[in-house]
């Protein structure tokens, strides 16, 4: 699945893939909305086409798409998510993003390489947020040696794999690595990408419902490095 320097090689073979792949293009391209279509790409800065489908009825079309389908191998996981991905619109990344959050216990550690070139292909901070929380952070969980990964991304040139590392801990809660958190904001506080500021600032707020203390000493001992979009969305809840 994998080529020497970790990345996806190609798309691994998968029977349940087929099916719901098939499915998916069939249902969801019954439901398309031009109209509609054209708003969204419009909101999403024209990123991506889409089919117009609004969200809660892609979310009802999704659960028939996956009715009566076995669980998911991590290689069925693979090939549904870098196949959905191939697809132009829109609405099929979501189903893979989605589909992967329902699944991401069914996946070892060797699947980050797979959600990395998610995160990197077609970027936008609707797919990049999920995946972020939803299924690097609990791959990381499982697996603490991958926290070095996030080590590496935290310094990538890619705002994106910056960003998710940046959020891969939002719904940690007490388990959150916090010398962690605080160093990845301190080594991003200057940067002047607006999705790398107010990620800083959301990691913070959400680390803020759990330790409310550590975040406000943590943002006046670094409020000169900071951005003030950073520190009003630290604070914001305190």
């Given at each position: 699945?994998?080529?020497?320097?970790?990345?996806?090689?190609?798309?691994?073979?998968?029977?349940?893939?087929?099916?719901?792949?098939?499915?998916?293009?069939?249902?969801?391209?019954?439901?398309?909305?031009?109209?509609?279509?054209?708003?969204?790409?419009?909101?999403?800065?024209?990123?991506?086409?889409?089919?117009?489908?609004?969200?809660?009825?892609?979310?009802?079309?999704?659960?028939?798409?996956?009715?009566?389908?076995?669980?998911?191998?991590?290689?069925?996981?693979?090939?549904?998510?870098?196949?959905?991905?191939?697809?132009?619109?829109?609405?099929?990344?979501?189903?893979?993003?989605?589909?992967?959050?329902?699944?991401?216990?069914?996946?070892?550690?060797?699947?980050?390489?797979?959600?990395?070139?998610?995160?990197?292909?077609?970027?936008?901070?609707?797919?990049?947020?999920?995946?972020?929380?939803?299924?690097?952070?609990?791959?990381?969980?499982?697996?603490?040696?991958?926290?070095?990964?996030?080590?590496?991304?935290?310094?990538?040139?890619?705002?994106?794999?910056?960003?998710?590392?940046?959020?891969?801990?939002l719904r940690y809660k007490?388990?959150?690595?916090?010398?962690?958190?605080?160093?990845?904001?301190?080594?991003?506080?200057?940067?002047?990408?607006?999705?790398?500021?107010?990620?800083i600032g959301w990691s913070?707020?959400?680390?803020?419902?759990?330790?409310?203390?550590?975040?406000?000493?943590?943002?006046?001992?670094?409020?000169?490095?900071?951005?003030?979009?950073?520190?009003?969305?630290?604070?914001?809840?305190?």
């Amino acid at each position: 699945m994998l080529s020497n320097d970790g990345r996806p090689r190609g798309v691994p073979s998968s029977a349940l893939a087929d099916t719901l792949l098939e499915r998916l293009t069939g249902t969801y391209a019954g439901a398309a909305d031009p109209v509609r279509a054209a708003a969204m790409t419009a909101y999403m800065k024209d990123v991506a086409p889409f089919l117009g489908i609004p969200t809660p009825l892609r979310r009802e079309l999704s659960k028939a798409v996956t009715k009566d389908t076995p669980a998911p191998t991590e290689t069925d996981c693979a090939a549904l998510a870098l196949r959905c991905r191939r697809l132009p619109e829109r609405e099929y990344q979501y189903f893979a993003v989605d589909y992967l959050r329902r699944h991401v216990r069914r996946c070892s550690s060797g699947f980050l390489p797979v959600v990395r070139h998610l995160i990197v292909t077609v970027p936008w901070w609707d797919t990049v947020d999920l995946l972020a929380a939803h299924t690097v952070g609990p791959l990381v969980a499982a697996d603490p040696a991958l926290a070095v990964v996030m080590d590496e991304w935290i310094e990538d040139e890619d705002r994106w794999l910056a960003r998710t590392a940046l959020l891969h801990q939002l719904r940690y809660k007490g388990a959150t690595d916090a010398g962690r958190l605080f160093a990845y904001c301190r080594r991003q506080a200057g940067h002047p990408d607006f999705f790398l500021r107010k990620a800083i600032g959301w990691s913070l707020r959400e680390y803020a419902k759990t330790d409310p203390d550590a975040v406000r000493a943590f943002v006046e001992a670094e409020r000169a490095a900071l951005s003030l979009l950073s520190v009003r969305e630290a604070l914001k809840n305190l």
